[in-house]
């Protein structure tokens, strides 16, 4: 089985803040990689697929890079609504969920 | 508009049975692979089983395996779960999600239902 482990678990940042969370499959996924964003009490958003590819109607400030192992989301200046927890998830070998980020205000 | 619609979450005895329901609507129900993805209170996303658009094709993660069994009725749009053996660690929100294809037969979830909460207790 792929683990897929996220780094922080817990980000603290203040509004226009850049942030970053890093997602490490246990072995190589190639590109099968997607975001989710959830906020509580909400089922799961996909925010980008295969690893960069961003979901239509997601704002151009999250972006997604890497492959093989090693995976960042990125968002470029955090908003307000921005504010929840993120998932990554790998799709090369079923699928498997990271244990999320959960981005909170500073 | 997709819509996924998920039914049946409730209240069960430890080693009872439930099964649950997504009525999907806004697609070609019967084109798509679906997939049911659980959330105990407080904790994480955890893949639970999937099911190609055919049927044909089913997978399960090993928590479930030989207790749960996915299907799908595409003359009624709607994806099944059911739950036997159930254990007070499956005590979860359960949702529905579409697959969308990423290569020839990968899939990763782009749309998802609001949930049903299964609660496992005596």
């Known amino acids: 089985d792929i683990q897929m482990t996220q780094s922080p678990s817990t980000l603290s940042a203040s509004v226009g803040d850049r942030v970053t969370i890093t997602c490490r499959a246990s072995?190589?996924?190639?590109?099968?990689l997607a975001w989710y964003q959830q906020k509580p009490g909400k089922a799961p958003k996909l925010l980008i697929y295969?690893?960069?590819s961003l979901e239509s109607g997601v704002p151009s400030r999250f972006s997604g890079s890497g492959s093989g192992t090693e995976f960042t989301l990125t968002i470029s200046s955090l908003q307000p609504d921005d504010f929840a927890t993120y998932y990554c998830?790998?799709?090369?070998?079923?699928?498997?969920f990271g244990q999320g980020t959960k981005v909170e205000i500073k | 508009e997709v819509q996924l619609v998920e039914s049946g979450g409730g209240l069960v005895q430890p080693g009872g049975s439930l099964r649950l329901s997504c009525a999907a609507s806004g697609f070609t129900f019967s084109s798509y692979a679906m997939s049911w993805v659980r959330q105990a209170p407080g904790k994480g996303l955890e893949w639970v089983s999937a099911?190609?658009?055919?049927?044909?094709?089913?997978y399960y993660a090993d928590s479930v395996k030989g207790r749960f069994t996915i299907s799908r009725d595409n003359s009624k749009n709607t994806l099944y779960l059911q739950m036997n053996s159930l254990r007070a660690e499956d005590t979860a929100v359960y949702y529905c999600?579409?697959?969308?294809?990423?290569?020839?037969?990968?899939?990763?979830?782009?749309?998802w239902g609001q949930g049903t909460l299964v609660t496992v207790s005596s």
């Open positions: 295969k690893a960069s």
């Open positions: 072995q190589s996924i190639s590109s099968w």
């Open positions: 998830q790998q799709y090369n070998s079923e699928w498997t």
């Open positions: 999600a579409k697959g969308e294809y990423s290569g020839s037969y990968l899939f990763y979830f782009d749309y």
């Open positions: 099911i190609s658009g055919s049927g044909g094709s089913t």
